[in-house]
């Protein structure tokens, strides 16, 4: 800043530390309300809550893919969501802001303080679930000639993404980010596919390392039809 003393132009330098942003600026950043924020707060720590906004998808990003999928007509019917790996609710909020007829079919996040915000934030009952131990039953996909079903997954990226390990997702070698085949094994058991499917994660998804098995997996997408 420039301050003037006796008619001279003295400048001076201001030491500013940098400040770490607050939990509740991160799930601002990451697109969810004060509300929603203060419900998770109840009954979650601090770290908690970074970690979940860390983990997080954008929720504005969301509900751009989501217009998207109505402005083409894909979307027709009142929408019953399945979110695997759901961590804590980005999918049902984008799906809430945008007002549209939807209701939460199944949830799927073996994480119980992510479990814990998302019932604090939608007044739900959900209980932490592994996907490992789940069959087609469980999604209990029927009628899909009156609803359609979005089903989304966002596997973990510990073993894909450049901050960890780099193991990789190849099918059974019991990576984090191998969880993926798990969504491979419910659809084959299905006897009603969902309509759409939404995945989010990394880049590093379908980097050099990883590109054969993403290649693998849009294969399979291609058969299942």
């Known amino acids: 800043m420039d301050i003037i003393v006796n008619n001279q132009d003295v400048r ?12 509740q600026e991160a799930w601002r950043l990451m697109g969810f309300s004060d509300e929603a924020f203060a419900r998770a707060a109840a009954v979650n720590s601090n770290t908690q809550l970074y970690q979940q906004a860390g983990n997080s998808i954008v929720v504005d990003v ?13 979307v027709t019917k ?4 399945i979110e695997l790996f759901r961590g804590i ?11 549209w007829d939807f209701e939460t ?67 059974g070698t019991g990576t984090r980010s191998g969880l993926l085949w798990e969504v491979e094994r419910l659809l084959d058991e299905s006897a009603q596919l969902p309509q759409i499917l939404v995945m989010e994660n990394v880049t590093q998804v379908h980097d050099k390392k990883n590109m054969a098995n993403f290649a693998d997996w849009m294969a399979h997408l291609r058969e299942l039809g």
């Open 12 to 23: 001076t330098v201001i030491l500013k530390r940098i400040r770490k942003i607050t939990p």
């Open 89 to 99: 609710g980005s999918q049902a909020t984008a799906l809430r802001n945008l007002g």
């Open 62 to 74: 969301l509900m751009a893919i989501f217009n998207e999928l109505q402005e083409q007509g894909i």
């Open 78 to 81: 009142p929408v019953r969501l």
């Open 105 to 171: 079919w199944r949830v799927v996040e073996w994480d119980k303080f992510c479990i814990r915000s998302y019932n604090a934030m939608f007044d739900t009952r959900f209980a932490p679930q592994d996907i490992t131990s789940m069959t087609a039953a469980d999604l209990a996909i029927v009628d899909t000639d009156k609803f359609d079903y979005i089903m989304t997954y966002s596997f973990p990226c510990q073993d894909l993404s450049v901050a960890g390990k780099r193991q990789g997702m190849e099918k």
